[in-house]
Structure formats: structure tokens, C-alpha cells
């Protein structure tokens, strides 16, 4: 290593976040062999074969241009715009209307960064997936939250977003299906939401990265589908959850041309274009089979079921999933912090869960679980918790 | 359910787009990463995929390595990008001295913003790669620019001085230049090193185009002088020369102490940079510099041969990848052939920068516009 300076420049730390909280306990894992993660959101479920077969074919094809995006980021831009009319019924000009992103992260990122100015607030239901803070303090913003609560299965309330509204919010998120609550936002929910947004002409984020999990009778609604919304809404969504590829990075943001420009502008500023191999996996992932997601929609289920009937007997209450892939748990019988709690689990069930003070300190109180591990796994997690809990009394 | 077309747009829409529109450092144009066919404005030349890389490629896949990695990177690309930096003099530690990002910019973006949200003041250069002010005009960070000398477009002592004067600041510096490929010389960057140290400043160094610099030429990057390697965080692509630049893969290095707000920034834009791009990448790195000196040279000659044709309009440089020209007279910028990248986005009006092919396109460029026939 080099000699030190005499004058040590000062250190550059990261404050902490809910981010961070979360993936020092992620850290930890890693001591125990036969830990299970029910904390990260990465689908175990392994990318379906005919998508990794046609980027192998791509790479070995003798005529392929591996080099410069040109043609492919058009293909994976017209699958996107077919995906965005036929699954969420919006209609969008795919060479002006979509910016590709590094999955859902950089799509959120960028879409925060185009709609908010220092000093702006935006309105976010709560609790929520924590990077949505951690953009809207990068943009130097304010988040106002709307607090949704258990005994109405965490479901946003219009009267409530109206009532955090003031001169200075400039937008309103829609996460549905939400992450970390699972709750799914009715036709009629949507409607009295955007109904607010045009009444106080604010732009909607819409995060529909979960729209093709749903369960029970539950339907997914675009805000952008509705009339005279889409001039308004940003729309953001990925192919990490849907098709098991978190670690391509495949994601983009639709919406009306003048935004898409500058959310484009934004892109170019924070990392300029998408991997071509990511844009190759894309294309495969629209275009062709769709067996691999509906097997893992009807898998969600099977453990959903699983772990809803473990929670009941544990007498512990939850949100119930009407979406997604989590679920948000009120651990207040057992007396612990979600931090304590969370590192309880850890360390005598080696078993990850997400503790809620990563959402805000309102949400100390409740656990968030993926059910992101096969039933076996995840039937075995759900048995450890379990005995976490019935020793705490 | 369609979106109605015939109703109005949101005022406030609208509005978001004017004020975006009134950032011009945001507006400016970039270069696409890599130069195609006869549009000779991409940041670097292409050559054909390594086997290497699609080796490295193809059994990732075949092991399903298609998950999120971890935030700084994969361990063994860390690894092995850590010893290749060494063969530069750069001592980097694999595990919290790395971050692998997606592609220069990010790089940049990560690099700028850490030390920009910490409270140091940018100082960007005037001449300088657009995606530097690009990112600049993002967030909440003091940005300030540092005039250059206007024939060779280099800093100077003396307003590097200025810049730094004021104290915490994080001075942004490329060599070699991304417009015209000049590496900065040793003495110059041992003065540079020493006001950064008196005045407790930072360095964001630009080694992109270094794999580029002609044989012969002295290299040398500021974070391997005395005192510099806790104060230098130094960006750079993975791995010229192997195809793989469309693919997007680059690097942060820096001291631990500066790259723990990196690694969180990278958590909050992309949790990871696409995992099958880096064992790709880790190929290319494996296979070393394989063929680089003949890709160099082979495009040194090109850059050669071009510059003939209008030896008073080039501005000096020593890298093979770029070639700039101050232009004789002004020109429409698309009407000139080869599509050069405008200076003007650098900060550099009057100038144009061709990238140097291996297919040689820039020498009949070079040959229309000394023939005045464009």
C-alpha cells in the first residue's frame, strides 16, 4: 500500500438508511451454513431456459453484432410497448415513450430525480420499499407520508393522500401491488387516487413491478390506463421479478414523450445507456414463452398459503397479500422491536427477515418476509420462526 | 381502457419539463459508448468479442449466475481487477477499495456524487467530457468549473490553484483527455498532487483511455504519488480492446474511506450492475492484455495515416482511440464525414473529435475535410 498523507482527508461515510440497516443484517447471513433468506426480494426461481438459450444462440451466432446496441435496443423497445398495451393497457410510441433502466432501482431513481426539485414533496404511501427515501433525499425533496394501516389490509386511502397534499407536492407513488405490504389498489381505489392527482395536477410515479403477481380475485390497474392520465404518469416496471432475472438489470420507465426526454436526459446523467446483454435477455423474456411465469404465479400462491397458515398459528396478524411477493407481519404480541426480533431470527433460527425500522420508525412493529424459497425451505423457515416465537412466551 | 390523446397535457408536466429544459448541463449531448460503422462520435473503437469474454459469458449462464451480486461487485472480478490496476502502480483493495459499475458513467456518477453530496465542491475542468457535467447538474452538488489554457485545452497550475483555494474540493482530471487524448505530464500532476494535499483536496482521476496511450509514453496516475492514494478516486472501463464496451462494464477505485458512500449510492441506482456482464468481464480482465499492444499500434497507425492529411488542425495527443481537429472553418457539424463527436459538448466549440476505428474510416475523413469536400 502507499504511505499515508500527513493530512488524512476526511472520510466520506454513508449516513444510514433503511438500505443499509437492512443489508448489514444481509451480512451477517453469510455466518450461518444452513441460513434462509426471507429478507431480499431475489426470486429463487432460476431465469427460464429458453431466454438464457436464446442469448447463448445470440453470442454464438456468426453474424451477430455484439458490439453496439443500434437494432437490439429498438426490438427490446417495441416488446416493451407491446407488453405496456396488451398486460397493462397503456399505448405508448416506443422510440419516444420508454427510456430503458437498470431494472426497477435506476427506473425509480430516475424517475424521482425528473419530477422533484429541492424542496418539492411528494406524496408515498408508507410504509415503503426504502429506496424510494433514499431518491427523494438525493434529489434534496421532501417525502410526505401517507400512513396505511393493517386493520384496512394496508390499502391506500384517497381521503388521507388528500389530506398530506399541500402548494408544494408536485406528485403522488402508486405502488401496486405494494412492497412491503402486498396490498393491491381496487379499479376504484385507482380511479379516486388519480382522480385527486387531477384535481391538484399532480404527476403520479406509478411502480407496477409486481402487476402479473396477484391472488384471490384481486386485479392490477395501471394508472396510465385511465383516461386522460397517461400526460401525467410516469409508469415503471422491470423484468427482475416477473422472469427471475434480478441480475440482468431490465427495467424501463413509460410515460408521455416531453418527460420520457428528460427521464432520458437523467439516464444519460447517471449512467448513460442499458448493457446490450441486458437488452438481448429482454427481447427473449417478451417475446417468447410465458410457461416459466405463470409457474412461478401459481407457486406464489401454494407459499403464500404456507405462510399465512404458519402466521395464524402463531397468532400474529398480517397484512393479507392480495398481490406481490411479500408479507408484512405485526410482530407486536411478541414484545420485540422488528430489530430485535429480526436479529432473534437470525441468530437462533438463521432465518433473514426484513425488520420494519427500515420503513420508518412508525413500522418498528411489524417484519417483512419474502416467499421467495422453494415450499420445502420455506415450510422449514416458518417452523424455526416459530419456535423463536413460542419460546418468547 | 385507452389513454385519451385529445386531452390536455398536465400544466404541470409541462412544467417539470421547462425547468429540466433550463439545466444546459443536462441537455448536453453525449457520446454513445462505442463507435458503429461510419459514425465515428462513439467514446471508444470496437473490436470483435474476446473468446475470452464470450467463454466467460456462456458458462455463467450455464451455471445460472443470472441473480443480483453483490453491491461492489463480484468478489472474483474485484479480484482480478485489483492485480491488473497493480501492473498500473495502483494499489486497490478488492474488497472495499472496488466498486464495478455499469459503465464509465456510472462511474462517474458514482464517483462525482459521493464527494459532491459529502459536501466537497466539483471542480470540473471547462474542456471536459460532457458526462462529467452532465452528472454534475443532478442532486444537490456545488459544481464549479476551471478555465483551461484555449490552444492546448490542458489545465493550468495556476487555476487549478485558484480552484482549489477555496478549500474542500474534489478536482476532476482525465488523462488521458477524452477529447484529444493528451496525457498529462508527470511534473504537472506532482504540482497538481501537491496543492491537493496542502489544501486538503480530492482528486477524481479519468484513466479510461490509458489502455490506449502509445508505447514510449510516460504514464503515470496521481492516486500512485506519495500522499495520493487516500485522496484519489480513479475511474476506468473494463477492458478496452475486448469487444465487450457496448456491454457496459467500468470500475470505481479509491481508498475505503472514500468508497463506503459509493457502494450505498450504487445500492440506490441500480443494486447491482447486470451480473452475466460481469463474469464477461471477468473474462476479458483474465485474458490480461492479449492482443492489446497490436490493437494499439494498429490503430496508431490509422490515427497516423488520418492525421497526415491536416497536420496543422490536429490538436497533440498520445492516444490511439481518439483523434481531435480544430475545424478550418465552421462547418455543419452532420455534414462532415465520419459524424465526429462536437467538441462544443466538452466545452470545446470549434473542435471535433473522430474515434479511431480499426476499419479506418477516420483517415478518409480526415481526407474530405483537408479536400474541402464537406
Redesign the interface.
Known amino acids: 500500500?502507499?504511505?499515508?498523507?500527513?493530512?488524512?482527508?476526511?472520510?466520506?461515510?454513508?449516513p444510514p438508511?433503511g438500505?443499509?440497516l437492512f443489508?448489514s443484517l444481509m451480512s451477517e447471513l453469510k455466518k450461518y451454513p444452513d441460513a434462509i433468506n426471507l429478507g431480499?426480494g431475489?426470486?429463487d426461481f432460476?431465469?427460464p431456459a429458453h431466454i438464457?438459450e436464446a442469448?447463448?444462440r445470440w453470442?454464438?451466432a456468426p453474424d451477430a453484432d455484439?458490439?453496439?446496441?443500434?437494432r437490439m435496443r429498438d426490438e427490446v423497445l417495441r416488446a416493451i410497448a407491446t407488453r405496456l398495451r396488451e398486460v397493462n393497457?397503456?399505448?405508448v410510441d416506443p422510440s419516444t415513450e420508454i427510456v430503458l433502466t437498470?431494472?426497477g432501482?435506476?427506473a425509480l431513481?430516475l424517475m424521482i430525480?425528473?419530477?422533484l426539485?429541492?424542496g418539492d414533496e411528494i406524496v408515498v404511501p408508507e410504509p415503503n420499499y426504502s429506496?424510494y427515501a433514499?431518491?427523494i433525499a438525493?434529489?434534496?425533496a421532501v417525502q410526505v407520508a401517507v400512513r396505511t394501516r393493517i386493520d384496512e389490509n394496508f390499502v391506500l386511502d384517497p381521503d388521507r393522500v388528500r389530506a398530506a397534499i399541500t402548494p408544494r407536492t408536485?406528485a403522488l407513488v402508486m405502488v401496486s401491488p405494494n412492497n412491503p405490504t402486498a396490498a393491491v389498489l381496487s379499479p376504484d381505489r385507482v380511479n379516486a387516487l388519480t382522480a385527486i392527482a387531477e384535481e391538484h395536477?399532480?404527476?403520479i410515479l406509478a411502480d407496477d413491478i409486481y402487476d402479473r403477481f396477484l391472488y384471490d380475485d384481486h386485479v392490477h390497474?395501471s394508472p396510465?390506463?385511465?383516461?386522460?392520465?397517461?400526460?401525467?404518469t410516469l409508469t415503471l416496471n422491470a423484468l427482475s421479478k416477473m422472469y427471475?432475472?434480478?441480475?440482468?438489470?431490465t427495467g424501463w420507465v413509460a410515460g408521455?414523450a416531453?418527460?420520457i426526454?428528460?427521464v432520458g436526459?437523467?439516464k444519460?446523467?447517471?449512467?448513460?445507456?442499458?448493457?446490450?446483454?441486458?437488452m438481448r435477455?429482454g427481447v427473449a423474456a417478451l417475446t417468447g414463452p410465458q410457461d416459466g411465469l405463470y409457474e412461478m404465479q401459481a407457486a406464489y400462491g401454494r407459499r403464500r398459503r404456507i405462510v399465512m397458515d404458519a402466521l395464524d398459528a402463531m397468532g400474529l396478524r398480517y397484512g393479507v397479500p392480495q398481490g406481490g411477493q411479500f408479507i408484512l407481519v405485526d410482530i407486536g404480541p411478541t414484545g420485540l422491536s422488528s430489530l430485535d426480533l429480526a436479529r432473534r431470527f437470525l441468530e437462533q433460527a438463521h432465518v433473514l427477515v426484513s425488520p420494519g425500522i427500515s420503513y420508518g420508525e412508525a413500522w418498528k412493529g411489524f417484519i417483512r418476509m419474502t416467499f421467495l424459497q422453494p415450499e420445502p425451505t420455506l415450510a422449514e423457515a416458518m417452523r424455526r420462526i416459530a419456535d423463536v416465537v413460542t419460546r418468547l412466551g | 381502457?385507452?389513454?385519451?390523446?385529445r386531452?390536455?397535457?398536465?400544466?404541470?408536466?409541462?412544467q417539470?419539463?421547462r425547468?429540466?429544459?433550463a439545466k444546459d448541463a443536462?441537455?448536453l449531448e453525449?457520446p454513445?459508448?462505442?463507435a458503429?460503422g461510419k459514425d465515428l462520435s462513439g467514446d471508444h473503437p470496437?473490436f470483435?468479442?474476446a473468446p475470452a469474454v464470450?467463454a466467460g459469458?456462456?458458462e455463467a449462464?450455464d451455471r445460472?449466475?443470472?441473480?443480483?451480486?453483490d453491491?461492489p461487485g463480484l468478489a472474483a472480478l474485484r479480484e482480478e481487477v485489483s492485480r491488473a490496476l497493480h501492473a498500473w502502480g495502483l494499489?486497490v483493495d478488492s474488497v472495499d477499495g472496488l466498486i464495478i459499475?455499469?459503465?464509465?458513467?456510472?462511474a462517474r456518477?458514482l464517483a462525482i456524487?459521493?464527494?459532491g453530496?459529502?459536501g466537497y465542491r466539483v471542480l470540473l475542468p471547462e474542456v471536459v467530457h460532457p458526462?462529467a457535467r452532465?452528472?454534475a447538474?443532478?442532486?444537490?452538488i456545488e459544481a464549479e468549473r476551471v478555465p483551461v489554457d484555449p490552444s492546448t485545452l490542458m489545465l493550468d497550475l495556476e487555476h487549478v490553484r485558484r480552484g482549489l483555494a477555496g478549500g474542500r474540493a474534489a478536482l476532476y482530471l482525465e488523462s488521458p483527455h477524452r477529447l484529444t487524448g493528451k496525457v498529462m505530464e508527470r511534473a504537472f500532476i506532482e504540482a497538481i498532487a501537491e496543492e491537493v494535499?496542502r489544501t486538503?483536496?480530492?482528486v477524481i482521476w479519468d484513466a479510461t483511455l490509458a489502455p490506449w496511450i502509445a508505447d514510449g509514453v510516460d504514464y503515470t496516475m496521481i492516486?500512485?504519488l506519495?500522499?495520493?492514494?487516500?485522496?484519489t478516486v480513479t475511474i476506468g472501463s473494463l477492458w478496452s480492446g475486448t469487444?465487450v464496451?457496448?456491454?457496459?462494464?467500468a470500475y470505481l477505485a479509491g481508498p475505503t474511506?472514500?468508497l463506503?458512500?459509493g457502494?450505498?449510492?450504487k445500492?440506490?441506482?441500480?443494486?447491482?450492475?447486470?451480473?452475466?456482464?460481469q463474469w464477461?468481464a471477468l473474462g476479458a480482465v483474465r485474458a490480461g492484455d492479449a492482443g492489446q499492444r497490436e490493437r494499439r499500434n494498429a490503430l496508431l497507425e490509422v490515427r497516423r495515416n488520418a492525421a497526415a492529411h491536416l497536420p496543422a488542425a490536429v490538436l497533440p495527443g498520445e492516444t490511439a482511440s481518439v483523434l481531435a481537429v480544430r475545424l478550418p472553418r465552421r462547418v455543419e457539424l452532420s455534414g462532415l464525414p465520419g459524424r465526429p463527436m462536437s467538441g462544443e459538448a466538452f466545452g470545446a466549440p470549434g473542435i471535433v473529435r473522430f474515434t479511431v476505428t480499426p476499419g479506418g474510416e477516420v483517415v478518409e475523413a480526415l481526407r474530405s475535410l483537408a479536400e474541402g469536400r464537406s
Open positions: 500500500m502507499s504511505r499515508r498523507s500527513a493530512k488524512q482527508p476526511a472520510k466520506v461515510q454513508a438508511t438500505t443499509s443489508y431480499r431475489d426470486p432460476t431465469t438464457l442469448v447463448r453470442l454464438e455484439l458490439r453496439a446496441p443500434g393497457g397503456i399505448d437498470q431494472g432501482q435506476e431513481f430525480q425528473t419530477v426539485a429541492p429506496s433514499d431518491a438525493f434529489a434534496g408536485r395536477d399532480l404527476l390497474t396510465a390506463s385511465l383516461d386522460g392520465m397517461k400526460p401525467r427471475a432475472m434480478t441480475g440482468w438489470r408521455p416531453p418527460l426526454e428528460q436526459r437523467i444519460e446523467a447517471a449512467s448513460g445507456g442499458l448493457s446490450l446483454l441486458a435477455a | 381502457m385507452k389513454a385519451d390523446s386531452r390536455p397535457a398536465s400544466a404541470r408536466a409541462e417539470t419539463v425547468r429540466l429544459q443536462l441537455q453525449m454513445a459508448p462505442t458503429a470496437v470483435d468479442l464470450r459469458t456462456l449462464l445460472g449466475e443470472t441473480h443480483y451480486a453491491v494499489n459499475t455499469a459503465g464509465e458513467q456510472e456518477f456524487h459521493m464527494l453530496h459529502a458526462g452532465k452528472t447538474a443532478l442532486g444537490r494535499t486538503d483536496g480530492l492516486a500512485t506519495h500522499g495520493m492514494h487516500d485522496r469487444g464496451e457496448g456491454w457496459l462494464a474511506s472514500l463506503e458512500q457502494r450505498s449510492l445500492q440506490i441506482i441500480a443494486i447491482c450492475t447486470t451480473t452475466p456482464v464477461a
